[in-house]
């Protein structure tokens, strides 16, 4: 079976965005994109919220993106993405495909698919119904080494506890600490 991840960058207050829902924080340098090309070379469909699908669509594709990080914007443009969305009525991103309805039974039903593993980034009310409904395997947390004193916390919105285990750390030249947990599930 194929696993989800759900990765994304927090500061170290826990916030994955800032008040005013900015994220040019983010600590990313050649190190951090090595490590991205070798998580995308793992998975092989990307799974968006709106919100964070046209934040990725409105830089990915665009020569700025294709001249900073060539590898990564290849990477990013040429896997498969599935977008969560209510409101949208199309998605123009090359490869990209717009999925309605019972979100979690879609998500269940791609996990039993043959193929490479997915993945989930940014996303936080997206992750937020993955996570309501068992859905993710891996928790992939890279904490920058940033107060922001205030945002969106990474999981507002969850009421009940999510028991997980370490099961890595890596730290970074620049200071990041991706932290893998593994959620740990009940015995059925």
Known sequence: MRKILFQNLISLDGYFEGPKKEIDWHNVDAEFN??????????DTLIFGRVTYQLMAAYWPTPEARTD???VAAAMNNIAKLVASKT????EWEN???????IPSEIRRLKQLEGKDMAVFGSSTLAITLIDN?????FHLIINPLV???????FEG??????????EVRTFKNGNVLH????????M
């Open 34 to 43: 090595e490590y991205a090309i070798s998580l995308l070379n793992r998975i």
């Open 69 to 71: 990080d060539p590898n």
């Open 88 to 91: 949208l009525k199309t998605v």
């Open 96 to 102: 990209s495909k717009l999925i309605h309805g019972d």
């Open 134 to 138: 068992d859905l993710i395997d891996e």
């Open 148 to 154: 922001l004193g205030g945002g969106k916390t990474l």
């Open 158 to 167: 969850i009421n009940h506890r999510l028991p997980l285990k370490l099961a």
């Open 180 to 187: 893998i947990y593994y959620p740990i599930r009940k015995e």
